[in-house]
């Protein structure tokens, strides 16, 4: 589904824009092409396709690929034009997409694993696919030779991937729910870290490797933020999800983290808040309200002639209470508590209305969802899942307006000393865009006019670290 992205506290939904149908089976990865009106999508049904997008606004297969085996992931390198497709007999296929879209050639196949393939991500630095399958095992193969460089198995199977491509470390995330933290070399890997805080298995993650963020969804239909970059063991929870949470993308300039659900649910959370880090829960042997034992302390039951009480915990505090002490319910963003939780009688009375005020937006997919794909330059969102409908949508959460982002083509344009200038008017308020337009210093001298309107700064971003700066707060009008 592709959708148009708003700044923040608009509240408009994803706005669907086509829906691409064709496929007779689940579709396991959508793609979209970046700077093209195209989408890549795999499926069960053993075909890839590339769909590009006619004059009539509807999406056409250009090309038509049969596998032997259902495909089960994918991963596309724009500059090289490279498609890597992880199949359910756990062969990794590579192919060359020609520059119209119109023909694809088959390069190699990779033996990477001996059960179904669940992630891949490519390395043109170091000339890696590296990939996780059923299998229970991380492999890495050279993508010249063809090669097995190596392998890490761990106890269950691996089911999703991330990779830092500067430090060359790997994220796998596996159905017990634990990600383990990989250093990968030429021919072997050394175990950094593992991360346990989901109590089920782990569905999708995104790593930031700007803030140096990972970010985890899974069965238990929660995220985890995991603040790998502070060194200090931070995390933070978000419960918004009633399904398992199948897709994650952050949004660095905005500070989104957009998650999508097997039920169709699309979460926007506000990461550009001070949020609170859910406690531990406190283990005791009665509650810690009213002191009442609980069912299993048999020697404080039978000293006090008192039957046994179950227990329970409080999200804001985390102590271990009886249900009489817990019996109301709250949410409370800030913890990451999107709809009511338990909490303590105490705790209940110290949450304010305003602490209770939502930090994510909820939005309905209306189809399964499996995978999603966002191309944040466009503001445009891929959904695909179980129903075999691949969804574009315009993401109504992010910074780009259509009228800006014509802005931007035309300024582009002027970029090209050649051309005559001409009249450009922008939106009376507008965000201007982060993305390398030589600088605005050389551009804006060539418009003949530009209206009076007041350029606002994105949330979050340093004026001092952006070539915008000069531009901050002050009104947007010269002459040639």
């Known amino acids: 589904m592709a959708a148009e992205i708003h700044s923040r506290p608009q509240s408009s939904r994803p706005v669907l824009l086509s829906k691409i149908e064709g496929h007779q089976d689940a579709v396991t990865a959508a793609l979209l092409i970046p700077k093209e009106d195209g989408v890549i999508t795999a499926s069960e049904d053993r075909t890839i396709r590339v769909w590009l997008k006619r004059d009539s606004g509807q999406y056409w297969p250009s090309i038509y690929h049969t596998m032997a085996s259902p495909c089960s992931a994918m991963a596309y390198h724009h500059d090289s034009r490279r498609i890597f497709v992880g199949q359910d007999n756990g062969a990794v296929m590579e192919f060359h997409v020609s520059e119209d879209f119109n023909k694809m050639n088959f390069i190699k196949t990779y033996p990477a694993h001996q059960n179904r393939v669940t992630a891949i991500i490519f390395s043109l630095a170091t000339e890696w696919v590296i990939?996780?399958?059923?299998?229970?095992?991380?492999?890495?193969?050279?993508?010249?030779?063809?090669?097995?460089?190596?392998?890490?198995?761990?106890?269950?199977?691996?089911?999703?991937?991330?990779?830092?491509?500067?430090?060359?470390?790997?994220?796998?995330?596996?159905?017990?729910?634990?990600?383990?933290?990989?250093?990968?070399?030429?021919?072997?890997?050394?175990?950094?870290?593992?991360?346990?805080?989901?109590?089920?298995?782990?569905?999708?993650?995104?790593?930031?490797?700007?803030?140096?963020?990972?970010?985890?969804?899974?069965?238990?239909?929660?995220?985890?933020?995991?603040?790998?970059?502070?060194?200090?063991?931070?995390t933070l929870l978000l419960q918004g999800h009633h399904d398992r949470v199948q897709a994650l993308c952050y949004l660095q300039l905005t500070r989104q983290l957009v998650s999508c659900s097997s039920d169709g649910g699309i979460a926007v959370w506000n990461m550009d808040v001070s949020r609170e880090e859910a406690p531990q829960w406190l283990e005791s042997d009665s509650c810690q309200k009213c002191e009442q034992p609980f069912f299993w302390n048999i020697k404080q039951m039978w000293d006090t002639k008192t039957l046994g009480l179950r227990q329970h915990h409080c999200r804001k505090c985390g102590q271990a209470v009886c249900g009489k002490c817990s019996s109301k319910r709250s949410s409370y963003p800030v913890m990451g508590f999107e709809f009511q939780v338990r909490v303590c009688d105490s705790c209940y009375d110290s949450i304010k209305d305003e602490d209770r005020t939502s930090l994510a937006t909820f939005h309905e997919g209306k189809h399964n969802i499996s995978h999603m794909s966002m191309d944040v330059a466009r503001g445009l969102m891929v959904t695909c899942g179980t129903d075999r409908v691949v969804k574009e949508s315009i993401n109504c959460i992010y910074v780009m307006s259509p009228t800006l982002q014509t802005c931007v083509e035309i300024t582009d344009k002027l970029a090209d000393p050649s051309l005559s200038t001409s009249l450009v008017a922008l939106p009376s308020k507008c965000i201007l865009p982060v993305r390398p337009l030589f600088t605005v210093?050389?551009?804006?001298?060539?418009?003949?006019?530009?209206?009076?309107?007041?350029?606002?700064?994105?949330?979050?971003?340093?004026?001092?670290s952006c070539p915008y700066q000069p531009f901050l707060n002050m009104p947007v009008k010269t002459q040639l």
């Open 441 to 464: 210093q050389l551009l804006l001298p060539r418009f003949s006019s530009l209206s009076s309107g007041l350029c606002q700064w994105p949330p979050n971003l340093s004026p001092s």
């Open 131 to 234: 990939s996780t399958g059923h299998d229970k095992c991380v492999s890495w193969m050279c993508t010249r030779s063809g090669n097995m460089l190596g392998r890490h198995f761990f106890s269950s199977w691996a089911s999703c991937l991330q990779y830092d491509f500067d430090t060359q470390y790997a994220f796998v995330g596996d159905y017990s729910g634990q990600i383990t933290l990989l250093k990968l070399e030429q021919s072997t890997c050394s175990v950094i870290t593992t991360l346990k805080g989901h109590e089920g298995s782990i569905a999708c993650l995104w790593w930031d490797p700007i803030q140096r963020l990972l970010f985890s969804g899974a069965s238990d239909n929660s995220v985890i933020m995991w603040d790998i970059g502070g060194r200090k063991g931070r």
